[in-house]
């Protein structure tokens, strides 16, 4: 009987932005086999005007015509709200396999999830639950929603989303580290001294301040991105495949970071003012629609974190995300520490770089090792090479999305964020937040590298690397 995939929100922006058109391409691909998709909404659409909606979400992915009239067949659209009524009426839909997506605002996921079970419809068949972040606002209304999440569901039906970790060069990250002996002995405080996680945006809250204002970069993109990239690069190598085991070990890292009371001495904030961003002209935060004009929600968000632990004692790992800044880049940098011997004092060796390891998660996709190399000539000297590893054409066209929603199908929970891992990474952060609740982020010019005060959270020695 297949699978059938049910879109909570089929008429709205996450499903058009992301969902539709990762479902193209895995039709493309031919990878949906034997699903069928169902989408459901408020809006009162025939079947004809729905399919209208999905093709005009799909405008800009130039569609194979084959491919779309396939994915189109497979699609029935029901108009209903989130009464357990209206979801009943699905029954005949259910398949032995269903995910329940739940593209709708978070606030709606404990109503979905319970209307959904108590509709009658999980009775037959499995059922798995897909929802997004963000999970809570803080830990404790996470905790709020997932005990109303778990009062219907197990912890084994759902699959809690985070995009990060269906991009390319995060799922390479643990090929990188696991499946070469080059590279893991070497990621540990002996050899690297810092490690410096950046995703940094040249866009705005574009038009999203109803869900931007009052939430900020710490919640929207450091509690759940960056630090499961933070996860990713400092856990210790599972000892099976399995997505268990790997959770636990990401787990296992939030437990052992250990930060000082004093939060300024680890976390730096900052919220644009008006600027140039790649050649134009944009308003400061306070003044974009929406925004209220004495909010103190930070667009850019920086913390330290040391892991108390064997493998990274006394090496910090810096995170920074932040919006309007000088350029896009988001990377993952270990910095390896200086060799043990000088043995070039004498010449111009000496003003060696040293050396860097960067993962980067923006196009085009790839891995960087910055080595010293001896300048070709007649001096000793160093310049720096790049030994670069460049999968970014191949990765044009995959989206997180495409990744993770096969992931689903296949019921493979390595992607997804167990509830731990969400009330871990709270834990961390919460102290934070609390210090947050009173005072102004720094202003910094949009089209900058973001607040001067990011470096007041950096070990003596250190300086953040450029943006460019
Ligand atoms: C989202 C955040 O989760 O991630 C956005 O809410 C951010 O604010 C986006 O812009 C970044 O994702 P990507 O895939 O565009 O790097």
Known sequence: MGTTVVIFGASGDLASRLLYPAL??????????????????????????????????????????????????????RSGDLTQASIAELAPLVSDMNVHYLALPPGLFPKAACAIAESGITQHGHHH???????????????????????????????????????????????????????EPLLCADHVDQVQITVAETLGVEGRYRYYDG??????????????????????????????VLRDHKVEVLRSVRCSADVSEWAARGQYTAGTVAGESVTGYLDEPGIDAASITETFAAVRLQVDSWRWQGVPFYLRSGKRLGTALSEIAFRFREPPTRLFTETALAEAEPNWLVFRLDQPEGIDLFVQTRAPGLEMKA????????????????????????????????????????????RVLDPVLDAWQTGRPEPYAAGSSGPASQADILLDGHAWRPLS
């Not at 919640?219 to 990239?229: A, S």
């Not at 495409?402 to 997804?416: C, K, M, S």
Request: charged share 30%.
């Open 383 to 426: 310049e720096q090479s790049r030994m670069h590893a460049d999968y970014g054409s191949d990765t044009a066209g995959v989206t997180a999305y495409q990744q993770l929603l096969l992931d689903v199908l296949e019921g493979d929970h390595t992607p997804f964020l167990r509830v731990d891992e969400v009330d871990w990474a709270w």
């Open 215 to 244: 939430i900020g970069a710490l919640r929207d993109m450091i509690q759940n991105h960056l630090v499961q990239l933070f996860c990713l690069a400092a856990m210790d190598p599972p000892a099976v495949w399995d997505a268990d």
């Open 24 to 77: 193209l391409r895995l039709e493309e691909l031919d990878l949906l086999d034997d699903v069928h998709l169902v989408g459901t909404a408020l809006e009162d659409w025939s079947e004809q005007r729905f399919l209208e909606h999905l093709e005009e979400s799909l405008a800009d992915d130039h569609p194979d015509a084959k491919a779309l009239a396939t994915l189109k067949r497979r699609f029935v659209y």
């Open 129 to 183: 639950l897909v929802v997004e972040k963000p999970f809570g606002i803080d830990g404790a209304s996470a905790a709020e929603l997932e005990e109303e999440l778990h009062l219907h569901w197990n912890e084994d039906q759902i699959f809690r989303i985070d995009h990060f970790l269906g991009k390319e060069t995060v799922q390479n990250l643990s090929v990188m580290r696991f499946a070469n002996r080059v590279i």
